[in-house]
């Protein structure tokens, strides 16, 4: 009875392991996409001018910067992550090795691309590339190793939900800034 006992407590054991370890290695998209709170708001991404201009005018939380910076990104998450409010999505520009990179999705806003960029100080950015706005050829068009250079949209929902999105020419009714990905010196928007 003990050894049964023993037996089950263990295949319990090794259960929770393996769903801890699953959810850790689950495939990107599965285990970090939530549908950020304004991919599931269905944003606009053609505008007519006078739209464009409202958008252009909206205050964005940082200035567009125009060469990496993943010093100014890691003290933005730090903030992020230790304010309760809710915050403001910002204007990122990070660089470094690509550590893993997912199959497409196709979400209710497309069809994009996922992969992960060490920014240093052992931190790592999920990056959304809408695949139906960019001009680049079929996913993936990024490897593991690849040297990545993104300016985007930083959203933070919540520490397990974040990331850099509008990575692609287009603007929209809430973001202004087009962005674009370049990887081993081919940029892709």
Avoid at 39 to 44: I, K, L, P
Avoid at 47 to 53: C, R, V
């Amino acid at each position: 009875m003990a050894a049964t006992r023993w037996h089950i407590r263990g295949v319990m054991g090794l259960a929770a392991v393996l769903a801890v370890q699953g959810a850790l290695l689950a495939p990107a998209e599965a285990r970090r996409h939530h549908h950020h709170k304004r991919e599931q708001a269905g944003e606009d991404y053609q505008q007519s001018g006078s739209e464009k201009d409202r958008a252009q005018t909206q205050a964005i939380a940082s200035p567009v910067p125009q060469s990496c910076d993943d010093h100014k990104f890691l003290a933005d998450v730090e903030a992020a992550e230790a304010s309760q409010a809710d915050q403001p999505d910002r204007v990122e520009h990070v660089c470094g090795r690509v550590i893993a990179v997912s199959a497409s999705k196709r979400t209710r806003s497309g069809l994009h691309g996922y992969f992960y960029v060490d920014v240093g100080n052992g931190v790592s950015i999920r990056i959304v590339s809408d695949l139906d706005r960019m001009s680049a050829p079929a996913w993936p068009w990024v490897a593991k190793g690849d040297q990545a250079d993104v300016l985007g949209r930083y959203y933070y929902d919540n520490a397990r939900s974040q990331g850099i999105d509008w990575t692609h020419h287009g603007t929209g009714r809430t973001w202004p800034v087009e962005g674009y990905v370049t990887v081993n010196g081919t940029r892709y928007q």
